[in-house]
């Protein structure tokens, strides 16, 4: 037996071993596209410091002074105050359906009490359910509101200015008032977890049928596609909704995360959240070769869905098309959802405009699946 290393035969192993790889395109498009992938997430769209963040301001005076601290806060690179309400119900609603991060009262008499010297109070509610993403916008207050009224202080008026900060700025962080992180982590991996499990139980189900041979006698039955799509479906589901049960009871007892809204509202959302990550699974399946492949796609869609959901980043600090293409994944509108139930108490109306995007990705994907369901093997 002839033991020495062979040139000719280690330089066939490889070339064996590019021919295999030629032969399975999806696993080398994996293995190019995942790394491309995460180079463009990380370099591109991820941003620990948001600006521009929507923003309404409730405007109880209309002096000089006031209209000159709110053109300086739009000036400033963190605030985009899109809104300008009079009436604090319609500044209410729009921070609970999410539209806004901040909320800036200008109180009346603003400008009366400024020349007087009397240090006005400013208002400035935070949703804290983020606490990450309105972080450096609240820090830069003070020096954006001393640097907007340093030009009308002048004069006779600088005087009156207390040898503190000319106004008194009071911050409100609602919903998280202590900022503790577990209050966004912990709802947030609730989406997470379902993503990973749903998704890659699923596709492993029907690619483990398809190499143990038992997909044939699946195949044979007179079952239509969408009877064998939702007949796998639904077991999993029960299984989804038991792991929420556990992770739910853990986040209320272990981490005190408060429930404010309906758990029955919760448990709908979570349900249809599960649905959606449970057909991509099945659609997954039918488009992998094997349990290989199925687990490469699986984590191909769940990178994204952890980098552009605003699980582990801010959404707001991601440019724009990235939050477009995080508006797609379903993840992002779940963690809107489970946030906005368990913090703020959101009631079905408020967590609606996040319900419907779930409901059309499930249709799309239900779409996609019939069409790349196999009635044969071949």
């Known amino acids: 037996m002839h033991l020495g290393l062979s040139w000719s035969r280690?330089?066939?192993?490889?070339?064996?071993?590019?021919?295999?790889?030629?032969?399975?395109?999806?696993?080398?498009?994996?293995?190019?596209g995942i790394p491309i992938m995460q180079l463009i997430l990380f370099g591109y769209a991820i941003n620990s410091d948001p600006k521009r963040l929507p923003s309404a301001a409730i405007m109880g005076d209309h002096s000089l002074y006031s209209r000159t601290l709110l053109q300086g806060l739009k000036n400033s690179d963190y605030f985009r105050i899109d809104h300008e309400v009079s009436g604090r119900a319609e500044a209410e609603e729009l921070m609970a359906h999410g539209e806004v991060q901040l909320l800036v009262t200008i109180p009346a008499d603003f400008g009366r009490m400024l020349v007087r010297g009397e240090r006005p109070t400013l208002l400035v509610e935070a949703d804290a359910s983020d606490p990450s993403a309105i972080g450096n916008a609240v820090a830069s207050l003070t020096g954006v509101a001393r640097t907007?009224?340093?030009?009308?202080l002048q004069g006779t008026l600088l005087q009156l200015v207390p040898a503190a900060d000319p106004?008194?700025?009071?911050?409100?962080?609602?919903?998280?008032?202590?900022?503790?992180?577990?209050y966004n982590i912990v709802p947030g991996l609730l989406g997470t977890i379902l993503t990973m499990t749903m998704?890659?139980?699923?596709?492993?189900?029907?690619?483990?049928?398809?190499?143990?041979g038992t997909f044939e006698n699946l195949l044979a039955t007179p079952a239509l596609p969408i009877e064998v799509m939702t007949g796998k479906i639904v077991p999993y589901i029960m299984i989804g909704l038991i792991q929420v049960t556990l992770l739910l009871a853990a986040a209320v007892l272990i981490f005190k995360v408060p429930m404010q809204g309906s758990l029955l509202l919760l448990y709908f959302s979570v349900s249809l959240f599960i649905a959606a990550n449970l057909t991509l699974g099945i659609t997954f399946s039918s488009i992998a070769r094997n349990q290989l492949q199925a687990m490469q796609m699986t984590f191909f869609f769940f990178l994204p869905s952890i980098l552009l959901s605003g699980f582990m980043f801010p959404f707001r600090g991601m440019p724009e098309w990235a939050q477009w293409?995080?508006?797609?994944?379903?993840?992002t509108h779940f963690l809107r959802i489970v946030r906005g139930i368990l913090l703020k108490g959101n009631s079905f109306a408020e967590v609606w405009p996040n319900i419907w995007p779930i409901l059309a990705f499930t249709l799309a994907v239900i779409g996609l699946g019939l069409g790349v369901y196999r009635k044969t093997l071949d």
């Not at 106004?167 to 577990?182: L, M, V």
């Not at 998704?199 to 143990?212: C, N």
């Open 148 to 152: 907007a009224l340093a030009r009308d």
């Open 199 to 212: 998704i890659l139980m699923t596709g492993l189900a029907m690619t483990r049928e398809r190499e143990r």
């Open 10 to 32: 280690w330089s066939g192993i490889i070339v064996k071993e590019f021919i295999q790889l030629r032969r399975d395109r999806l696993t080398f498009g994996m293995i190019v």
């Open 167 to 182: 106004i008194d700025i009071r911050i409100h962080r609602r919903y998280n008032p202590e900022g503790i992180t577990s």
């Open 325 to 331: 293409i995080g508006t797609v994944l379903p993840l």
